[in-house]
């Protein structure tokens, strides 16, 4: 099922995320929903706030971007990307390694927002799966970006915090139009 992503001014997106303490069926189900929802708007990543829940949970697929590479490796060895491919991070903690990149994001919860926004390079990745079982791993390139940005969700941090003073101020009109459009929604939804 194609889930509504709630936008910029929904109060869910500044939740931080329950832990998830076992892969019930409802959170698979929820996983399912959530990768269609990817999908469908042609995401490399989601998180459960995005779709209403406040859970530690975030699904992730970079197969459908060609021109930003990512890279991975397990216990120091390289693996492929795509065979690692869909991925569920459940309850994931990081560890940021390296210098800092400036790169290109976009989020499905700021429609038409994109920025450029400095993270570390690296991330080490610990979480459990979609089968509940621990998965540790290094990511570089594009999977780290996602994965940091998700993380981020997962702790009510959007990347409009991330951007520098000056991007955000040249967004800030945008930005306070979707709010307000988010918050008359909701407002309508409620009567
Ligand atoms: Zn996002």
Redesign the pocket.
């Known amino acids: 099922m194609i889930l509504k992503v709630v936008k910029y001014g929904n109060p869910v997106l500044r939740k931080k995320g329950a832990r998830i303490e076992s892969v019930t069926a409802e959170i698979k189900k929820l996983i399912a929903d959530m990768f269609e929802t990817m999908y469908a708007y042609k995401g490399v990543?989601l998180?459960a706030q995005?779709v209403g829940h406040a859970v530690q949970l975030t699904v992730i697929d970079v197969r459908g971007v060609t021109d930003r590479p990512s890279s991975l490796e397990i216990k120091g060895e390289p693996v492929d990307v795509a065979e690692f491919m869909p991925l569920v991070l459940i309850n994931p903690e990081l560890t940021l390694v390296g210098e800092k990149a400036a790169g290109p994001e976009g989020?499905?919860?700021f429609p038409e927002v994109f920025a450029e926004i400095t993270r570390p390079q690296l991330v080490d990745v610990k979480a459990s799966n979609e089968k509940g079982k621990p998965i540790e791993f290094r990511a570089d390139g594009l999977l780290s970006r996602a994965i940091q940005?998700?993380w981020d969700?997962l702790h009510g941090i959007?990347?409009i915090d991330r951007m520098d003073k000056k991007t955000k101020e040249e967004l800030r009109p945008d930005l306070d139009v979707l709010q307000v459009e988010t918050k008359a929604e909701l407002a309508a939804e409620k009567k």
């Open positions: 990543g998180a995005q989020c499905l919860s940005h998700e969700h959007l990347f």
